[in-house]
C-alpha cells in the first residue's frame, strides 16, 4: 500500500510538473544581467528580441491548465506593478520543483500548505526592518561619493547634450523670464561630493546632459569648474539662457511657434538632497536597464520641478507616453513636449499647411465609424431595423454618412481630430483630402491632457459637437531628430501635436532594429514604473539580494519554533494536520528556502559573479553563517549592503563605473510577486491532489490516507 501511495502521489501531479517546466524557460531573464531570447513566428517568419516574462509567455502555446493560470498570474503582476514578473515565473517553478520533492517523500498536502504559506507570511513580515525610506534614499545618494559618472549610462549617451528635443526648447526659450542662479549658503551635509556653496545647479547637470551656465560677453570673470557642472563663486549674479531641461543644439522650423514650457526659478530648496533626486532614484532602481534610465531622469526632472508648484513628489504616469520609432539609431531616442505619434504620408501633407497656425482641436471618446455606439448603448426591443441609414438619392451605402459627418467638421472649422478609438478609413480619406487631420489610436491620458489646456471637451459622436466642444490653441508640425535630420521612414511619418502650457511627455524610442523595439518599450515602461511605486510606497528594499538573504537566515528560526496554538477567532487545525505539521515543517521550510537560494544562485550565476550555481550556493551559505554568527543578521546584511557588497562583486550593474552606487528594490511589487508564486504552485498542488487516477483507486480508497482525497 505505501508503495501504491508513491506511485500514484508521483505521477499525479502533472501541473506542477507542467510549471516547473514552464518557468524554466525565463531562468535566463534573472537579475540585471539578462540574456535576450527571440521569439520566431512559424506564421509569419517575423522574430521578436524578448527579455521578460511576460512578453515570453504571450509567444508560447499555452494549452494546459497549468499553462494558462501561470499566464494569468503574470499578467495580474504586469497590470499592477510592470515589474517583477522574471522573479514570480522563476520562483513559481522552484517552488513547484521544491514541493515535488516533498511529495515524493511522503509529506501531505495539507501539511505543505499549512507550513509554506505561513513561513511566507513570516518572512515578509520579517523583511519589514530593511525597508528604507524614500527621504534616507535620497540623504544617503545625496551624502555617499557618487560622482556624476557614476550615472553615465554608456549605452545611451547621445550626440547632443540633452535627451529633451531641441525642437522643444527652441519653443521654450521665446517665453521664459530667464532665472537667475541663487547661492546657497551652506549645506547640512559638508562631504566633499556637496557643493551647495558653489550654487544650485540642475540635477541632469550630473547626469551630463542638461543645461550649461552661459557668461554674458560683458563678464569675462566668470568660470565654470570643468566637468562638475559647478559655476564659480565669482558667477553668483550670471544669468541661465534656457530652462536646465534643454541645451541649445539643433535647429528646427518650430523656432517661431510659441513656447510651451513656462519659466521656473532656480530656487534653493528646504532639502538640501533635492540635487540628487528623482533621476539619481530613477537610476539605482534600473537594475543595469540603460536603455530608458536616461530618459526617464529628464522626464522625472521635469515633472519634479513642475511638482513644486503643486505641493506633490509623485511621478505622474499619466502624463508620459512613449512613440516608437524603426528607422532611426538609438542615439536619437529623446523626450519631446506633447504628442509625438506616427501618420501616413498623405497626412504628413496636411501638417506642412499648419505651420506657425493655431489649430481648433475635437476631442472624441470612441470610434469614428458610422457603426459605432458607445458602450450600454440599448436599442428598443420593440423596434425592428430594416435599414438603419436609407439611401434615398442613390448613392453608394456610407456616402450621406460620410458626408454628413464632414460638413459637421468643416462648420465648426476644425483643422485637428483626436480620437481615442479607430476612424473609418473613407472618413479618414475625405478629412485629409479637406486638410483636416484625424488621428485615431489616441491613448486617453492624451485627450485629457490636450482637454485641459484646450479647453476642448470630449464627445461621443460628431452629431453632437457643439461650440463649446471645440479647443483652440493646439500645434502640429513635423517631428525632427535631435540632430535636425529629416524623417524618411517609409510608410509613417512621425509628427509633433503640441499646446503651450501641456504637461504631457513623449518618450521617443528610437530603433534601427525592428525586432527590438517592443523589448525598448517594454524596458523604458519598466523603469518608469519602478521609480513611481518607489515613491508611492514611500519606501524601497535595499537590493542585490539583501531581501532574500534575510529571508534565509530567518528560514532556521522559523523551523526551531514550536508549532503556535490557533489564534483566537480561528478554527483550530485537526490534530492530525497539528501531528504532520510538526513532523514535517523542518523539510517544507527547507523547501520554501530552496527557492529563494536558487534565485541568489542564478542572478549571481547570469551577472557572472560565480561560475556555477554550486559555488553560488557555497557562497551564499557562507553568508548566512556569518549573518548567524553575528547574531543579529539584519544588521549584517545592512552592512554589507553599505559597502555595496551583498553577495559579493562590488556594485552589482553599475560595476563598470568603478563607483559604490546602490540598488534598490521595489517593496510591494516584491512581496507580491512571492505572494503571487506560491499561491499559484499551492493552488496546482491542492487542484492535482484532487484528481487521481490509476488502477490503485480502490486500495486508496480504504486506506487511512484516503481522507485527503475526492473521488469523483
Not at 518650430?254 to 538632497?273: E, T, V
Not at 534600473?286 to 511638482?307: C, D, M
Request: charged share 20%; glycine share 8%.
Amino acid at each position: 500500500l505505501p508503495m501504491a501511495f508513491r506511485d500514484v502521489n508521483a505521477g499525479r501531479h502533472i501541473g506542477l510538473q507542467q510549471l516547473s517546466s514552464l518557468a524554466s524557460t525565463g531562468k535566463a531573464f534573472l537579475g540585471p544581467v539578462k540574456s535576450h531570447k527571440f521569439i520566431v513566428d512559424e506564421s509569419t517568419n517575423q522574430s521578436t528580441l524578448i527579455c521578460s516574462a511576460v512578453r515570453l509567455l504571450e509567444s508560447l502555446d499555452l494549452t494546459s491548465a497549468a499553462g494558462q493560470l501561470l499566464n494569468e498570474t503574470i499578467q495580474a503582476q504586469n497590470k499592477e506593478f510592470k515589474t517583477g514578473m522574471s522573479t514570480l515565473l522563476f520562483l513559481v517553478g522552484a517552488w513547484s520543483s521544491a514541493v515535488l520533492e516533498c511529495l515524493q517523500q511522503n509529506v501531505p498536502v495539507s501539511a505543505i500548505v499549512s507550513v509554506m504559506s505561513e513561513g511566507l507570511n513570516s518572512c515578509c513580515e520579517r523583511v519589514q526592518c530593511l525597508q528604507i525610506s524614500i527621504h534616507d534614499v535620497k540623504r544617503e545618494l545625496c551624502s555617499s561619493r557618487i560622482r556624476p559618472n557614476a550615472f553615465e549610462c554608456k549605452a545611451c549617451q547621445v550626440g547632443c547634450d540633452s535627451l529633451l528635443n531641441p525642437q522643444d526648447l527652441l519653443c521654450f526659450q521665446k517665453h521664459i523670464s530667464v532665472p537667475e542662479v541663487i547661492p546657497v549658503s551652506s549645506c547640512s551635509h559638508q562631504g566633499d561630493d556637496c557643493h551647495f556653496n558653489k550654487g544650485l545647479v540642475s540635477p541632469l547637470v550630473d547626469f551630463g546632459s542638461a543645461a550649461s551656465f552661459v557668461k554674458p560677453a560683458s563678464d569675462r570673470s566668470s568660470s565654470v569648474i570643468p566637468g562638475s557642472g559647478v559655476i564659480a563663486s565669482s558667477c553668483i549674479k550670471q544669468k541661465l539662457t534656457h530652462s536646465r531641461h534643454f541645451s541649445t543644439s539643433g535647429k528646427s522650423h518650430f523656432s517661431n511657434q510659441q513656447g510651451n514650457f513656462q519659466g521656473y526659478l532656480l530656487r534653493s530648496s528646504a532639502d538640501p538632497c533635492e540635487c540628487y533626486d528623482l533621476g539619481h532614484l530613477a537610476v539605482a532602481l534600473s537594475h543595469g536597464n540603460q536603455t530608458g534610465v536616461k530618459l526617464l531622469q529628464s522626464i522625472a526632472a521635469y515633472q519634479q520641478e513642475r511638482a513644486e508648484w503643486r505641493g506633490s513628489s509623485q511621478l505622474n504616469i499619466t502624463e508620459i507616453v512613449t512613440c516608437s520609432l524603426l528607422g532611426l539609431p538609438e542615439s536619437c531616442s529623446c523626450v519631446s513636449q506633447g504628442f509625438v505619434t506616427l501618420v501616413s504620408p498623405e497626412q504628413a501633407t496636411v501638417i506642412k499647411h499648419f505651420k506657425d497656425k493655431p489649430l481648433r482641436i475635437l476631442l472624441v471618446d470612441g470610434d469614428l465609424t458610422e457603426q459605432y455606439r458607445h458602450l450600454g448603448f440599448n436599442r428598443p426591443h420593440n423596434v425592428r431595423t430594416i435599414l438603419e441609414h436609407p439611401d434615398l438619392e442613390g448613392g453608394r451605402a456610407g456616402d450621406t454618412w460620410l458626408s454628413r459627418m464632414l460638413d459637421i467638421l468643416v462648420g465648426f472649422e476644425v483643422n485637428l481630430v483626436l480620437a481615442k478609438g479607430s476612424v473609418c478609413k473613407n472618413l479618414l480619406d475625405r478629412c485629409t483630402a479637406s486638410r483636416i487631420l484625424v488621428i485615431g489610436s489616441v491613448p486617453r491620458d492624451v485627450l485629457c491632457a490636450f482637454g485641459e489646456v484646450t479647453d476642448a471637451q470630449p464627445v461621443t459622436y460628431l452629431s453632437q459637437l457643439n461650440p463649446c466642444c471645440v479647443g483652440n490653441g493646439a500645434q502640429a508640425g513635423l517631428w525632427e531628430a535631435g540632430d535636425g535630420r529629416a524623417m524618411d521612414l517609409g510608410e509613417l511619418v512621425p509628427v509633433w501635436i503640441n499646446t503651450r502650457g501641456i504637461p504631457l511627455l513623449t518618450a521617443v524610442l528610437t530603433t534601427a532594429v525592428a525586432s527590438k523595439v517592443q523589448l525598448l518599450e517594454d524596458q523604458f515602461w519598466t523603469s518608469v514604473y519602478r521609480l513611481h511605486h518607489a515613491l508611492k510606497d514611500g519606501k524601497v528594499f535595499p537590493g542585490g539580494g539583501a531581501v532574500e538573504l534575510l529571508c534565509l537566515s530567518h528560514i532556521p528560526v522559523l523551523t526551531e519554533q514550536p508549532v503556535q496554538p490557533a489564534k483566537a477567532g480561528k478554527e483550530s487545525p485537526s490534530p492530525c494536520l497539528a501531528a504532520a505539521v510538526a513532523e514535517y515543517k523542518s523539510l517544507v521550510l527547507q523547501a520554501l528556502a530552496s527557492g529563494w537560494k536558487r534565485y541568489l544562485s542564478v542572478v549571481m550565476c547570469n551577472m557572472a559573479k560565480a561560475p556555477s550555481e554550486l559555488e553560488a550556493r557555497a557562497l551564499v551559505d557562507h553568508h548566512l553563517k556569518k549573518a548567524a554568527d553575528c547574531g543579529s543578521p539584519s544588521a549584517y546584511i545592512l552592512e554589507l549592503f553599505r559597502r555595496g557588497d551583498v553577495l559579493g562583486g562590488g556594485s552589482g550593474p553599475f560595476a563598470d563605473h568603478g563607483e559604490g552606487l546602490k540598488v534598490y528594490d521595489n517593496v510591494a511589487a516584491k512581496t507580491e510577486a512571492w505572494r503571487r508564486a506560491l499561491d499559484l504552485v499551492l493552488l496546482v498542488l491542492q487542484t492535482d491532489a484532487e484528481v487521481i487516477t490509476g488502477p490503485r483507486r480502490n486500495e486508496l480508497l480504504n486506506s487511512p490516507v484516503s481522507g485527503e482525497f475526492m473521488f469523483l
